[in-house]
């Protein structure tokens, strides 16, 4: 999600059921936390673990590292997550500033990157992972950011070229290094940890950012060599988590006029080409269609985009996850639409943006997605939880 700018229906009675405050208090009873152990693996289009299929299903919670919470508000905001039957959170491992403020992962100065290995950095994403284990679940790790919020690819390209083309993040050497040097140092201090499920190399990568400045001569061929490249390097430092590129699932099938299917100028993903790749384990897709223009009929529209990439999974004998979708009006209808679509499709697993919690220091950022547990859409999750657990164990 760029933060900036932003089966048979289930019935409503069992909607607005979910979402009362003591069946959510039930829901939490029910969700014992099953301890994490092991490494999640793929076999052919499904997730595994210890030889059994492993379901992917839970929501986004980027801030949760991020936002100055205690142990404990962790713990409750990833409670409030695994209590609709969640066994996955994606999350943000990434933080780039110039200037040391709050939870950051990695300061840079005059061009010079510097690890936050303490307790407002790295041993505060230890926390993080300790409170996902805490409530049974594992995370998704993006690693850095197409968009400007916390840092991104663009602080590397600032910091590093003197420019703002956004796609030298792809081919620059000095900022593939650092880069490098980077997942390194957070990969590295994480392989042989099982609260991790896998790691993305960013979350939505285009040729364009946030300024959509770019040098003019990124195309997908561009960031398909550097997915190659780099999901490679984070296999050959950890050999025991799985590797996704984090990106929205846009197609590039030429003569195309449909933004997300045909490619256009700053977009620069091929969809199939990046799950072809070896070192890519499972393909990721995101789902917006007000966002991307879709407006005609918001719903249908959607379906269909999760019908594609279920063939896509088919094709290529991948699992692909729905890692991020979300409404921000009509809500209940585009769900009730969205999760059977994603059961009958067959397609592996799904992540809703974003999840969220009342702390006692306030409500978790709510963006327009977000979903707290007072909502309707909070008991459908576990609904279709259930669903999705179901599909996949017959």
């Given at each position: 999600?760029?933060?900036?700018?932003?089966?048979?229906?289930?019935?409503?009675?069992?909607?607005?059921?979910?979402?009362?405050?003591?069946?959510?208090?039930?829901?939490?009873?029910?969700?014992?936390?099953?301890?994490?152990?092991?490494?999640?693996?793929?076999?052919?289009?499904?997730?595994?673990?210890?030889?059994?299929?492993?379901?992917?299903?839970?929501?986004?919670?980027?801030?949760?590292?991020?936002?100055?919470?205690?142990?404990?508000?962790?713990?409750?905001?990833?409670?409030d997550?695994?209590?609709?039957?969640?066994?996955?959170?994606?999350?943000?491992?990434f933080?780039?500033?110039?200037?040391p403020?709050?939870?950051?992962?990695?300061?840079?100065?005059?061009?010079?990157?510097?690890?936050?290995?303490?307790?407002?950095?790295?041993?505060?994403?230890?926390?993080?992972?300790?409170?996902?284990?805490?409530?049974?679940l594992?995370?998704?790790?993006?690693?850095?950011?197409?968009?400007?919020?916390?840092?991104?690819?663009?602080?590397?390209?600032?910091?590093?070229?003197?420019?703002?083309?956004?796609?030298?993040?792809y081919?620059?050497?000095?900022?593939?290094?650092?880069?490098?040097?980077?997942?390194?140092?957070?990969v590295?201090?994480?392989v042989?940890?099982?609260?991790?499920?896998?790691w993305?190399?960013?979350?939505?990568?285009?040729?364009?950012?946030?300024?959509?400045?770019?040098?003019?001569?990124?195309?997908?061929?561009?960031?398909?060599?550097?997915?190659?490249?780099?999901?490679?390097?984070?296999?050959?430092?950890?050999?025991?988590?799985?590797?996704?590129?984090?990106?929205?699932?846009?197609?590039?099938?030429?003569?195309?006029?449909?933004?997300?299917?045909?490619?256009?100028?700053?977009?620069?993903i091929?969809?199939?080409?990046?799950?072809?790749?070896?070192?890519?384990?499972?393909?990721?897709?995101?789902?917006?269609?007000?966002?991307w223009?879709?407006?005609?009929d918001?719903?249908?529209?959607?379906?269909?985009?999760?019908?594609?990439?279920?063939?896509?999974?088919?094709?290529?004998?991948?699992?692909?996850?729905?890692?991020?979708?979300?409404?921000?009006?009509n809500?209940?209808?585009?769900?009730?639409?969205?999760?059977?679509?994603?059961?009958?499709?067959?397609?592996?697993?799904?992540?809703?943006?974003?999840?969220?919690?009342?702390?006692?220091?306030?409500?978790?950022?709510?963006?327009?997605?977000?979903?707290?547990?007072?909502?309707?859409?909070?008991?459908?999750?576990?609904?279709?939880?259930?669903?999705?657990?179901?599909?996949?164990?017959?």
């Amino acid at each position: 999600m760029r933060l900036t700018g932003l089966a048979a229906l289930l019935p409503a009675v069992s909607i607005a059921a979910a979402a009362s405050v003591g069946d959510r208090r039930s829901l939490a009873r029910a969700a014992s936390p099953t301890a994490v152990t092991g490494f999640v693996t793929t076999s052919g289009q499904n997730f595994q673990l210890n030889g059994e299929v492993f379901t992917v299903v839970g929501a986004n919670s980027y801030w949760v590292g991020l936002s100055g919470l205690s142990t404990t508000e962790m713990n409750q905001a990833f409670a409030d997550i695994a209590a609709v039957g969640a066994t996955s959170v994606r999350t943000w491992g990434f933080n780039d500033v110039t200037t040391p403020s709050g939870d950051y992962y990695q300061l840079w100065t005059n061009g010079t990157p510097t690890i936050n290995y303490g307790s407002t950095g790295l041993e505060n994403f230890d926390n993080v992972v300790a409170a996902a284990k805490e409530n049974g679940l594992r995370l998704i790790v993006a690693l850095t950011n197409n968009w400007a919020d916390y840092g991104g690819m663009d602080v590397y390209v600032s910091q590093l070229t003197g420019t703002d083309y956004h796609d030298y993040f792809y081919t620059d050497p000095a900022i593939i290094a650092a880069y490098k040097n980077y997942v390194s140092a957070f990969v590295g201090r994480y392989v042989d940890e099982p609260g991790i499920l896998a790691w993305e190399l960013s979350n939505e990568p285009r040729c364009a950012g946030t300024t959509g400045t770019t040098s003019g001569n990124c195309t997908a061929v561009t960031v398909t060599n550097w997915i190659a490249e780099m999901s490679a390097y984070i296999k050959s430092i950890d050999a025991n988590h799985l590797v996704a590129v984090g990106d929205e699932g846009f197609y590039a099938i030429a003569g195309n006029s449909d933004y997300p299917y045909g490619g256009g100028e700053g977009i620069g993903i091929n969809f199939t080409a990046n799950l072809e790749i070896p070192t890519i384990d499972f393909g990721t897709a995101h789902l917006y269609p007000i966002s991307w223009g879709e407006t005609t009929d918001p719903i249908e529209w959607g379906v269909q985009w999760i019908e594609n990439h279920a063939a896509s999974q088919k094709a290529q004998n991948k699992p692909v996850i729905v890692e991020e979708f979300g409404m921000t009006t009509n809500m209940t209808a585009t769900y009730e639409a969205w999760y059977p679509a994603i059961i009958n499709s067959g397609l592996t697993g799904d992540l809703i943006w974003q999840a969220g919690s009342y702390l006692s220091s306030g409500p978790t950022p709510n963006d327009g997605y977000t979903v707290y547990p007072n909502n309707t859409v909070y008991g459908m999750e576990a609904t279709y939880a259930a669903q999705l657990k179901a599909r996949n164990a017959a």
